[in-house]
């Protein structure tokens, strides 16, 4: 039995191991080959890039060795899939080879694509990758006065990205003496400042503390680099000093040159997680088109289901457990204070008062994901 794992981020690292664990008697006697496959030799932990934008980390601490990550009887390979002829069973990498799987796990992730809306790139900072994060930092080091502006494109993984980032201004220019020079003010696609309502409803009085200004309803539309200013697809427009952006993802590239899925998003089975049409092929985190937050943790219980799942069918022949939408998220509200967010398909999230224990919860946990990745947590 040939297990082919496409991507080596949260969800296909946990999925591997979890199964070289699951199936180590049949992987001794052959029975079992895992694979993986990955564009990368290092592992980004990824919502640390918030923290680099804050000076609160250095990029090197976000990186591990890939293999250093993976179980033994893994066979790793940095070699990314260039095609996938999934009615064969088989993909074509990069380098021209056939690897050929009775079973293939597909965690290719997400990008940004800034490019999509005019001006945006050159216009605005973020924080996705490592450049656009240290850049960010020494842009808000810089800033002495005016107006912090804060745009949201859409669908973006990490849905609570955008409130942390806020809570995070907020304290940075707090700590620096300085937020009363500051306007930070907050735009959100849709008519509230949350996609998750309960969220919402729990920032809004938050953002009303802090003096945010906000504007909901406000699809961004263009950026005028020259005249700083962002208007939005609605008519209205904001005039900026610093124009941070949550850029609008996509699903990977090669997703869509393949035509797997509109957007690079994969038709995926809610409960099952198995690619529409195809009971052979396993999809999870920010791949999949589930109506559910895009995050490290989504992936890690998706990735937990599709391990069971697999060996069960190879060793009783069906899977055992369904996907139950389960996601947690927690929520930095600023720089010494966090709370969590945790719902599933059935049960909206139930938010706590922000505390900071829960701050180093969290804190910890940023050295834990090492351990989680492993399927050691």
Known sequence: MRILVVGGGTGGTIVANNLARRLSAEIRSRRV?????????????????????????????????????LEGAI???????????????????????????????????????????????????????????????????????????????????CPIAPVELIFGLHDYFKARGIRDKIKI?????????????????????EFDRMGIEYETLFNVGEVDVENKVVRSEEGTETQYDLLIA?????????????????????????????????????????TTNLPVSKTGSAAHFQA?????????????????????????????????????????YQNPPDLKPPSKPMHWFKMSYNQMYWTSVRGLL
């Open 185 to 205: 003010k907050y735009h959100y696609p849709i008519g509230r400042i949350h996609t998750i309502k309960e969220v919402a409803i729990w920032a809004k009085p």
């Open 75 to 157: 066979d790793f390979h940095v070699d990314p899939v260039e095609k996938f002829q999934l009615d064969q069973n088989k993909v074509v990498t990069k380098s021209g080879k056939v690897y050929e799987y009775d079973i293939l796990v597909m965690a290719t992730g997400s990008r940004i694509v800034p490019e999509q809306i005019p001006g945006l790139v050159e216009g605005a900072e973020t924080f996705y990758t490592e450049a656009t994060a240290v850049k960010l930092f020494k842009r808000l080091r810089e800033i002495q006065e005016g107006t912090v502006a804060v745009v949201v494109g859409v669908p973006h993984k």
């Open 246 to 286: 949550i850029p609008p993802h996509h699903g990977m590239e090669v997703i869509e040159k393949n035509n797997l899925g509109e957007g690079g998003w994969i038709p995926t089975d809610r409960f099952k997680l198995t690619m529409n049409g195809h009971d052979n092929v396993f999809v999870l985190g920010d």
């Open 33 to 69: 080959r895992i694979t993986m496959l990955s564009a990368s030799d290092k592992h980004m932990y990824q919502p640390g890039l918030l923290y680099v934008a804050f000076g609160q980390m250095t990029p090197d601490q976000l990186y591990r060795d890939q293999a250093s990550l």
């Open 304 to 344: 937990e289901v599709i391990a069971e799942n697999i060996a069960s069918m190879i060793k009783i022949g069906t899977p055992v457990r369904d996907y139950d939408g389960k996601v947690y998220c927690f929520i930095e509200t600023g720089h010494d204070s966090a709370t969590y967010a945790m719902f599933n």
